[in-house]
């Protein structure tokens, strides 16, 4: 019977911290290892507020390979899960060297530390953004790869070939989970989305606009070749995709060949004005938005068959754009 004790890396961060409290529910022992360069040490309070545990952690940069290797030992962990990792897309066109360092080499740390402590088991938070402009939509997991529009797209599809290659040599098992556009926050709205400075995703710019932080939302662009114009995502509420990294905890330790990928996204595409539209709809909240130039690296539209994490993982998203535009909302109007 394998321990329960489970490594997340990046476990303060917006998806690992929602990960860490459904790890929790479901009875494992989560350990969490975060820089806090994307991440703050109170949401540690809200999961242990949401939970009644507060997880062990350590605040450590993966690419510190030997205390990785020392953690990995001391708390016996049976499966990784690894977010930490830089993941503003814009961000990483100017700065490549940046990402490439911190998301290749910090990969190749913690399977390092991995082999010499003999952890077998673990689970990757890829992205969507390996598809690119996709020609036939849904995507599955056999839809072809295709260049990555950024640096950060192309970290995430090296990472990708960097596992595959080594669950090849038998010292892994690999579970690599390709998120569609993660959004929301916890319904206690005690965790939920930190971005710093100024927001890149949609949603967290939504309630920044709202909570009138920012003046006002551009759309970028309405001229696209879909129904209203602007572009199409599969949005996937926070809760569910953690739910779904859970789901592979138990799927990898019955698991016996070494890789397989999973599309988690929701099945449905929405579009920009929709999300809009649904915000304040649900909200009972006005936005002040304006139609602007189309963003560089865009692609169009892309939407998930989640068909195969639905059988294999025994998985499915239950929250829908309702649900994320409500909680996000929440979260936003309690922070301070
Ligand atoms: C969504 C749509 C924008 C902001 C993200 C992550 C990526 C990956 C997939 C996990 C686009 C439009 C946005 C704004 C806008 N996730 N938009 N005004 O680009 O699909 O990628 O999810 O790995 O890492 O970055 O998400 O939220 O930036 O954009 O009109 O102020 O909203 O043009 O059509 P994206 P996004």
């Keep these: ?33 975060d820089n806090l360069s994307n991440s703050d040490l109170k949401v540690l309070d809200g999961i242990e507020k949401i939970t009644g545990k507060k997880p062990v952690f350590y605040n450590l940069d993966i690419l ?29 066109v100017e700065k490549p060297l940046d990402y490439y360092y911190n998301n290749v080499s910090g990969i190749i740390s913690l399977l390092k530390a991995m082999q010499n402590s003999n952890v077998k088991n673990i689970i990757f938070s890829s992205s969507c953004t390996v598809y690119g ?11 072809p790869l295709i260049k990555a529009e950024s640096p950060y797209g192309n970290t995430k599809k090296i990472c990708e070939e960097i596992l595959y290659d080594f669950s ?42 709202a909570a009138g932080l920012r ?62 539209n649904t915000f304040e709809n649900i909200n009972f909240v006005k936005l002040n938005y304006s139609i602007g130039e189309r963003r560089k690296g865009d692609i169009e539209q892309i939407w998930a068959d989640c068909k195969k994490a639905n059988s294999l993982l025994g998985w499915e998203a239950k929250l829908d754009i309702s649900d994320i535009v409500k909680d996000a909302w929440n979260w936003q109007k309690q922070l301070d």
Excluded: W
């Excluded at 402009?133 to 839809?143: F, G, S």
């Excluded at 690999?174 to 949603?203: C, D, M, T, W």
């Excluded at 662009?221 to 995709?241: A, F, K, Q, S």
């Design 1 to 33: 019977m394998s321990s329960k004790n489970i490594l997340v890396t990046g476990g303060l961060g917006f998806i690992g911290s929602h990960t860490v409290v459904e790890l929790i529910n479901a009875g494992y022992f989560p350990i969490i290892i």
């Design 64 to 92: 510190q390979t030997d205390d990785l290797e020392k953690i990995l030992n001391v708390n016996n962990i049976s499966s990784v899960i690894h977010f930490a990792a830089y993941k503003a897309v814009g961000e990483s």
């Design 133 to 143: 402009q996709a020609a036939d939509l849904p995507v599955t997991e056999r839809t």
């Design 168 to 209: 090849k040599t038998g010292n892994v098992k690999v579970v690599s989970l390709r998120y569609f556009n993660p959004a929301g926050a916890h319904k206690s709205s005690l965790i939920g989305e930190l971005p710093l400075g100024i927001p890149n995703n949609l949603i967290p710019y939504i309630t920044q606009t």
């Design 215 to 276: 003046n006002i939302l551009t759309i970028f662009g309405n001229n696209y070749n879909t129904p209203d114009g602007t572009c199409i995502r599969d949005y996937i509420h926070v809760v569910d995709l953690a739910l779904a990294h859970v789901k592979s905890v138990e799927f990898i330790n019955k698991f016996t060949d070494n890789y397989e990928v999973f599309n988690i996204g929701t099945g449905k595409g929405t579009s920009v004005l929709e999300i809009v």
